[in-house]
């Protein structure tokens, strides 16, 4: 098939699966409006804080997953990289900025570190201990998720010298800063 078709069927395809949040679902199914609560954000923090650890802890995987699903079958099939990286942004776009059927998701850092995972296998093997330290100490997903980020990048660039898969980890952690600022602003103004 055609890299140019394949890419714009999987990027529609990716897009609609973004914009499915599975935290406003789970929200619902215990009759808690989410955006109301917390911190707004229908991700696995808010959820964890909010409705319950085992609802948050399962938005994390189920979200983690989802970055993995939008990645893998690209990676296992050995079509490019950036179909991949294509897939993901445009399931991010999905996921944070335009939702068809109702609000934007959260950060989308879940998601983006399932699209990790895959992209750069090793290097967030090697940033999982760590990370979870880290979340364990501080007990802020933020801190954890961004640590995650960082140490994967560096490490899966020093293992895998991959400079597409490198470079759309950068791109997508980038994405995730840039919608935590937008989203967050408000905790600067207490």
């Excluded at 942004?89 to 399932?114: E, N, Q, S, Y």
Aim: glycine content about 10%; proline content about 5%; overall charge positive.
């Amino acid at each position: 098939m055609n890299y140019i078709i394949l890419s714009a069927i999987w990027a529609f395809a990716s897009y609609f699966i973004g914009t499915i949040s599975v935290g406003e679902l789970i929200s619902k199914l215990k009759n808690v409006d989410i955006r109301s609560v917390g911190t707004g954000n229908p991700g696995a923090s808010n959820i964890y804080a909010e409705i319950g650890p085992i609802y948050g802890i399962s938005v994390f995987f189920i979200d983690i997953a989802k970055g993995l699903l939008i990645t893998l079958p690209v990676i296992l099939l050995r079509y490019p990289t950036w179909i991949a990286t294509i897939g993901i942004i445009f399931f991010l776009i999905g996921h944070m900025i335009i939702k068809p059927w109702g609000r934007p998701g959260g950060v989308g850092m879940a998601t983006t570190m399932g699209a990790g995972i895959v992209l750069l296998p090793v290097g967030a093997l090697i940033a999982v201990l760590p990370s979870f330290l880290i979340l364990i100490i501080t007990r802020r997903p933020a801190y954890a998720g961004v640590f995650a980020f960082v140490s994967t990048i560096i490490a899966g660039w020093l293992i895998h010298f991959d400079l597409i898969a490198t470079t759309s980890v950068i791109i997508l952690a980038g994405a995730v800063l840039v919608k935590f600022q937008f989203q967050y602003r408000w905790l600067d103004q207490s």
